[in-house]
């Protein structure tokens, strides 16, 4: 039997299907491509957005003109508390809660016998490799359907997450990534995620450590310390900030204030030199004003992000904001989306041209292309590097000398 794998969505849903992957790899199963005429189509799907939503039933109707008699499985948020009938073509639908016994579903329902490959351990041959740490969300933010899907945070075993990440080291992985729904929120058994990353540090054979996006309000002078400290981890923070006017903040339901999120990006940059900070935000969100918008503008410009994710307003029925008066038009939501993409290409040229001269440590992730090697530097800037040499999938050491296509480009020293 042939299965392909299709992932929408988080980090969480990539690591996620890495582990479905080996489940499926342990039962006999062949790893085929989704562009192959295949027996098994699998789509981990993402509903954080209406769009995202869209796309989820998108790939179940490319993956039924693959091959029309194929087993179409879905799982995950989109899916969350529906029935096949409710996915025109999905033959098995698997919430979150039974995510990971979605082979031996998939083996009932097929009625397959088992052919185990016990060296099925770890399937992914990307350079860098993913850990889940913990799933859920106790926030409740009032445009998220996130945690009405995932649940209540359950944090992993600490144990088991240094258990997994030796084994990663043992299986060739130079950087590992820590993701989850929120995890600023760690906590097993009263330790917690800077416990856990002074750990991991411990570990030879990883040489990287990255962080998936955090929340406002972990960071304190206290961590921020503590995380200088730490030679593995990369110089690198997606913080989510969603709005940088207080009263959108207010309505969202989020738990801090732009003042004091901008006090926490103030200690990264005081205790981590050349950090990259990164984020979401959110434009469009009921009964924003001008007013409103304006202040996320002037707050986008004085944080001075590498990086903007930027998200006009998804309505997700089932949480408050789905009721609230006062909806944007697409329209507007559009022109204020122009505004801040034009405030993000500012700053991430500006942070780009500061990093020219300087000697970046860059893990090389992809091969040749054009006489270029890819790879990202800690701090998460695209390199390309000239080599004739094959050094993929090394850490190598750049001088950084211009600016090419979305990063820098440099030379070997």
Same mark, same amino acid.
């Given at each position: ?271 981590? +030199?050349?950090?990259? @900070? ?6 469009? !969100? ?5 007013? &409103? *918008? /304006? #202040? ?42 122009? +505004?801040?993409?034009? @405030? ?6 500006? !942070? ?5 001269? &300087? *000697? /970046? #440590? ?52």
């Amino acid at each position: 039997m042939k299965i392909a794998f299709y992932t929408l969505g988080c980090k969480v849903n990539q690591f996620e299907t890495e582990k479905i992957i080996t489940s499926f790899k342990e039962k006999g199963f062949d790893i085929g491509d989704f562009t192959e005429v295949c027996d098994v189509y699998l789509i981990n799907t993402c509903s954080v957005t209406a769009l995202a939503d869209k796309k989820s039933r998108q790939i179940s109707r490319r993956a039924k003109r693959l091959n029309d008699n194929a087993l179409i499985v879905m799982c995950g948020c989109s899916v969350e508390g529906k029935k096949p009938d409710e996915f025109f073509y999905a033959d098995v639908v698997v919430g979150n809660k039974d995510k990971l016994l979605v082979c031996d579903i998939v083996c009932e329902k097929l009625n397959f016998i088992a052919k185990i490959n016990h060296k099925a351990e770890i399937t992914s041959t990307k350079t860098r490799a993913l850990i889940k740490i913990e799933d859920g969300c106790n926030n409740y933010c009032s445009y998220c359907i996130i945690p009405y899907l995932r649940g209540n945070i359950v944090s992993e075993p600490f144990s088991d997450i240094i258990e997994y990440a030796k084994k990663l080291a043992k299986s060739g992985f130079l950087e590992i990534v820590l993701t989850g729904i929120h995890i600023t929120s760690y906590n097993d058994n009263g330790k917690t995620l800077i416990d856990l990353l002074e750990e991991l540090e411990k570990i030879e054979g990883i040489y990287r450590i990255r962080l998936g996006s955090l929340e406002p309000g972990y960071i304190n002078r206290e961590i921020a310390a503590r995380i200088s400290k730490l030679k593995k981890l990369c110089g690198h923070f997606h913080i989510s900030l969603q709005s940088g006017s207080d009263t959108v903040l207010l309505r969202m339901n989020r738990k801090y204030t732009a003042s004091a999120y901008l006090s926490e990006i103030e200690l990264l940059r005081e205790y981590i +030199k050349n950090v990259s @900070i990164t984020t979401d935000i959110i434009v469009g !969100f009921p009964n924003e004003s001008e007013k &409103e *918008i /304006a #202040e996320t503008l002037e707050f986008a410009k004085k944080i001075k992000f590498a990086k903007i994710h930027i998200f006009p307003y998804s309505k997700r029925e089932g949480t408050k904001a789905y009721d609230m008066d006062g909806q944007i038009t697409k329209q507007l939501k559009s022109e204020r989306a122009k +505004k801040l993409e034009e @405030i993000d290409k500012q700053y991430q040229t500006e !942070f780009l041209q500061q990093n020219i001269g &300087e *000697i /970046a #440590e860059v893990l090389i992730e992809q091969s040749a292309k054009n006489g270029y090697y890819e790879g990202y530097s800690k701090n998460y800037i695209k390199v390309y590097i000239k080599s004739e040499d094959n050094i993929k999938n090394t850490i190598i050491k750049v001088k950084l000398i211009g600016v090419m296509l979305d990063g820098l480009y440099g030379n070997v020293v």
